[in-house]
C-alpha cells in the first residue's frame, strides 16, 4: 500500500473520533438498541449481490423494528475500489455507514486492483454465504455443464461466460476452478466482465454470452421465472434440484460470504453493537424469509472472528490463484 494511502487511512482514524455525532445514539454508552439509523455503502450497481445483501438487511432492520430507517448508496468503480477508498477518506464522516461486500474485497486486493484491503476498514461481521451458479439461456442447446466442457474442448475461446465483476474475480475464478478440476487449462477461461450481476444477466439474455456466471442468489429468482436455466452450482449438495458441478465430475465446492465493514476509526463498542444488530436480525423470522428466497446460507462471523477468517482466506485464495496462473 503506498504512503499516501496510509497517511489518509490515519488522519481518517484520527478524525473518526469528532464525527461520532453523526451515529444517532441516546445516552453515553453505544449499544445495538441505540443505533436508529444506517447508511448502507454498495460498492457496485443495483441488482448485484451487494445491493440485495445491503437492501434486504436494511429492509429487515426497519420492519423489525430494531433500527427507525435505511438509507443506500451505490457506488460503482475500481471492481469496488472507490467505494472503499470514499469510506477510508471521509471516515470521520461515515460513522453511521456500513459498506456491504465479501471475497472480492480479498481477491481485489491481492490482484491489485485497488490498494486497499480488509486491514484498512473495521470488519463488522459475516452474515451469509452465497454459492457460485452457472446458467444459460433457457432456449440454449447447452443442457449441462458437460455440454460446456465439450464445447471448451474443442474451441476454449468459443465458451464465453458473463459475470458481475472484473477479471480474475470469483465469477472468473469459479468456472476456471471448475476447469481446471476437468483437467483443462484455466487461463483459456474467456471470461467478459460487467458492472454487477444485473449487467451480467442482460449480457447473458440480449445473446453476447451464452453463459453466464454469478451467485446463486442473484441467479435463483430468474431463474425460477424461467428468465434463465441454471445448469450448476458450486454447492456440496443440490439445491432445487439444479446438479452440482462435483455431481458433474469438477470437484469444486465454493461458497462467497457477504458481510459488513464500517468506516477506519470507530470505537470498539460502536463496532460491537452493529455487530449485535445484525446477528439480531438473523434471528427474525423476516431474515429467515428473505434468506430462504434467495438461497443464502447464514455464515454470522462477528468482529475479530471475521478478521481472522478474512486472514486465512486471503493466504487460502492466494495460494489458489497462484496455481490458477492468475497471481505471479
Same mark, same amino acid.
Not at 453505544?30 to 434486504?56: M, Q, Y
Not at 474451441?155 to 483437467?183: C, I, N, T, Y
Given at each position: 500500500?503506498?504512503?499516501?494511502?496510509?497517511?489518509?487511512?490515519?488522519?481518517?482514524?484520527?478524525?473518526?473520533?469528532?464525527?461520532?455525532?453523526?451515529?444517532?445514539?441516546?445516552?453515553?454508552?453505544? $449499544?445495538?438498541?441505540?443505533?436508529?439509523?444506517?447508511?448502507?455503502?454498495?460498492?457496485?450497481?443495483?441488482?448485484?449481490?451487494?445491493?440485495?445483501?445491503?437492501?434486504?438487511?436494511?429492509?429487515?432492520?426497519?420492519?423489525?423494528?430494531?433500527?427507525?430507517?435505511?438509507?443506500?448508496?451505490?457506488?460503482?468503480?475500481?471492481?469496488?475500489?472507490?467505494?472503499?477508498?470514499?469510506?477510508?477518506?471521509?471516515?470521520?464522516?461515515?460513522?453511521?455507514?456500513?459498506?456491504?461486500?465479501?471475497?472480492?474485497?480479498?481477491?481485489?486486493? =491481492?490482484?491489485?486492483?485497488?490498494?486497499?484491503?480488509?486491514?484498512?476498514?473495521?470488519?463488522?461481521?459475516?452474515?451469509?454465504?452465497?454459492?457460485?451458479?452457472?446458467?444459460?439461456?433457457?432456449?440454449?442447446?447447452?443442457?449441462?455443464?458437460?455440454?460446456?466442457?465439450?464445447?471448451?474442448? *474443442?474451441?476454449?475461446? $468459443?465458451?464465453?461466460?458473463?459475470?458481475?465483476?472484473?477479471?480474475?474475480?470469483?465469477?472468473?475464478?469459479?468456472?476456471?476452478?471448475?476447469?481446471?478440476?476437468?483437467?483443462?487449462?484455466?487461463? *483459456?477461461?474467456?471470461?467478459?466482465?460487467?458492472?454487477?450481476?444485473?449487467?451480467?444477466?442482460?449480457?447473458?439474455? $440480449?445473446?453476447?454470452?451464452?453463459?453466464?456466471?454469478?451467485?446463486?442468489?442473484?441467479?435463483?429468482?430468474?431463474?425460477?421465472?424461467?428468465?434463465?436455466?441454471?445448469?450448476?452450482?458450486?454447492?456440496?449438495?443440490?439445491?432445487?434440484?439444479?446438479?452440482?458441478?462435483?455431481?458433474?465430475?469438477?470437484?469444486?465446492?465454493?461458497?462467497?460470504?457477504?458481510?459488513?465493514?464500517?468506516?477506519?476509526?470507530?470505537?470498539?463498542?460502536?463496532?460491537?453493537?452493529?455487530?449485535?444488530?445484525?446477528? *439480531?436480525?438473523?434471528?427474525?423470522?423476516?431474515?429467515?424469509?428473505?434468506?430462504?428466497?434467495?438461497?443464502?446460507?447464514? =455464515?454470522?462471523?462477528?468482529?475479530?472472528?471475521?478478521?481472522?477468517?478474512?486472514?486465512?482466506?486471503?493466504?487460502?485464495?492466494?495460494?489458489?490463484?497462484?496455481?490458477?496462473?492468475?497471481? *505471479?
Amino acid at each position: 500500500m503506498n504512503s499516501n494511502i496510509n497517511r489518509t487511512t490515519r488522519r481518517a482514524i484520527l478524525g473518526g473520533a469528532s464525527g461520532l455525532a453523526a451515529l444517532m445514539l441516546i445516552g453515553g454508552s453505544v $449499544s445495538a438498541a441505540e443505533i436508529k439509523e444506517i447508511h448502507f455503502l454498495i460498492p457496485g450497481g443495483a441488482g448485484g449481490g451487494w445491493d440485495g445483501t445491503a437492501r434486504g438487511a436494511g429492509m429487515v432492520l426497519s420492519k423489525e423494528g430494531l433500527i427507525e430507517g435505511a438509507s443506500y448508496e451505490n457506488m460503482s468503480g475500481a471492481g469496488g475500489g472507490k467505494a472503499i477508498g470514499y469510506l477510508i477518506e471521509t471516515a470521520e464522516r461515515q460513522q453511521g455507514t456500513l459498506m456491504v461486500n465479501s471475497t472480492p474485497i480479498v481477491v481485489r486486493s =491481492l490482484t491489485k486492483v485497488f490498494p486497499f484491503s480488509f486491514r484498512d476498514l473495521t470488519p463488522i461481521a459475516r452474515v451469509i454465504g452465497d454459492y457460485q451458479a452457472i446458467a444459460v439461456r433457457p432456449d440454449s442447446d447447452i443442457k449441462s455443464w458437460g455440454d460446456v466442457v465439450d464445447r471448451f474442448k *474443442k474451441d476454449p475461446r $468459443s465458451v464465453k461466460f458473463a459475470g458481475g465483476s472484473v477479471r480474475g474475480d470469483l465469477d472468473h475464478l469459479v468456472p476456471a476452478m471448475a476447469m481446471k478440476a476437468m483437467g483443462h487449462d484455466a487461463r *483459456k477461461v474467456a471470461y467478459v466482465p460487467y458492472d454487477a450481476g444485473g449487467k451480467a444477466l442482460a449480457g447473458l439474455l $440480449s445473446g453476447e454470452t451464452e453463459l453466464l456466471t454469478t451467485g446463486f442468489g442473484e441467479a435463483i429468482g430468474p431463474h425460477r421465472d424461467g428468465q434463465i436455466r441454471i445448469i450448476a452450482v458450486s454447492s456440496d449438495r443440490r439445491i432445487d434440484g439444479i446438479p452440482t458441478l462435483k455431481e458433474q465430475g469438477a470437484d469444486v465446492e465454493f461458497a462467497n460470504w457477504r458481510g459488513f465493514f464500517a468506516a477506519p476509526g470507530i470505537s470498539g463498542e460502536q463496532a460491537k453493537a452493529y455487530a449485535g444488530l445484525l446477528k *439480531k436480525m438473523q434471528e427474525t423470522g423476516t431474515w429467515e424469509d428473505l434468506r430462504a428466497k434467495n438461497g443464502w446460507q447464514n =455464515l454470522y462471523l462477528p468482529g475479530d472472528q471475521f478478521a481472522a477468517f478474512l486472514a486465512k482466506e486471503e493466504k487460502e485464495i492466494g495460494d489458489l490463484m497462484r496455481e490458477l496462473g492468475f497471481l *505471479k
